[in-house]
């Protein structure tokens, strides 16, 4: 099981993860 730590350090990755795949959405559409 993760540590509370770990477990906070995923989510952070997770949102990171999401919010650059969607930056990516928005250069690609203006392209």
Sequence with gaps: ???SHEY???IIHD???INSS???KIK???N
């Design 1 to 3: 099981m993760l540590t």
């Design 8 to 10: 906070g350090i995923h």
């Design 15 to 17: 949102k990171i993860g």
């Design 22 to 24: 969607y930056l990516m």
């Design 28 to 30: 690609t559409n203006q």
